[in-house]
């Protein structure tokens, strides 16, 4: 990527001693923020001092460096280029477990355009500009510069990740970088706006309910876990005149945060089945409500029974 705009350059790779440490580092050498993942690629979860929303979570974390944990906390608010951080003692332990590296695109002055299908990909071709692109284990990265706010599942298979995302560091791709287009920016436009109630965009999926029989290693009480799903889906219930899918995302990620812990099973998915029947209910098509369910229970990885 062009050196110009804080962006990775193409002396980037990832290191052949498997060593993410001195990939992050490079990384940060290059006005791009890392962080560290975990097991299942998804970020390290809080601290103690921050653990089940102790400190007010995610929803407070406006921009990249807000979090001053001394380890990597809050996901993408860990990200940053200072190396002393990233070398730390506190964060060693999480770079010894780390099964990946990711970054913070809009600390890099980039947008992510995550094209998770081969048909997401076909897509884009025939509908965005040019641009450098990443290949992914599923699809590509499409990588833009400039900034603007992230939405997942803006449609079957995309995400855009900018400000307030993380995205994993998978090279420094190919092509020539474009500027931030119009036909980028109005994908999360389209996705934030939720159609009326008179449109049938698909049917209520059949409500599922969670018990202690489907969360058999869950640590928290039922009482808990029901209050704040309720909680939950009465904010998406709420938005009836946009963003009820991108509220049904944070919905699913929060909820599946407080279950990192457990040792599981937990039965985040039938959570998950709920949050998208709320979000169905006030307008959003099935298949972005499942897709963006499903983006933010994967914050978790919820072991097999």
Not at 101 to 128: I, S
Not at 216 to 223: I, K, M, N, V
Request: glycine content about 10%; charged content about 20%.
């Amino acid at each position: 990527m062009t050196p110009d705009c804080k962006t990775p350059r193409p002396r980037i790779a990832n290191h052949p001693d498997g060593s993410h440490l001195r990939t992050a580092l490079d990384l940060a050498a290059a006005g791009v923020p890392p962080l560290p993942l975990r097991q299942g690629k998804v970020p390290f979860g809080n601290c103690r001092r921050c653990a089940d929303g102790a400190c007010g979570g995610r929803p407070n974390m406006k921009r990249a460096g807000t979090c001053q944990c001394p380890a990597p906390c809050h996901a993408w608010a860990a990200a940053t280029t200072d190396t002393r951080i990233i070398n730390s003692p506190a964060w060693a332990p999480a770079w010894r477990e780390s099964q990946a590296v990711a970054y913070h695109p809009g600390g890099a002055g980039v947008t992510v355009v995550d094209l998770d299908t081969a048909a997401a990909v076909a897509w884009a071709r025939e509908t965005l500009p040019a641009t450098r692109t990443v290949p992914t284990t599923r699809g590509e990265h499409w990588i833009y510069r400039g900034v603007m706010r992230s939405s997942n599942a803006v449609r079957p298979g995309v995400d855009v990740k900018s400000l307030m995302q993380y995205a994993r560091w998978l090279g420094p791709g190919t092509g020539r970088m474009a500027d931030l287009s119009a036909a980028v920016r109005a994908l999360v436009a389209k996705e934030e706006t939720t159609p009326a109630r008179g449109e049938v965009v698909s049917s209520v999926p059949e409500r599922v309910t969670w018990d202690r029989a489907v969360a058999t290693g869950c640590r928290h009480t039922e009482r808990y876990v029901r209050t704040g799903l309720e909680r939950g889906l009465a904010l998406v219930r709420a938005r009836t005149e946009s963003g009820a899918a991108s509220q049904a995302f944070g919905v699913a990620r929060f909820l599946a945060v407080q279950h990192a812990r457990c040792p599981g099973p937990c039965g985040l998915a039938l959570l998950g089945q709920e949050i998208v029947a709320a979000a169905v209910s006030v307008g959003v098509p099935e298949p972005y409500a499942r897709r963006a369910v499903a983006n933010g229970l994967e914050t978790a990885v919820e072991r097999a029974a």
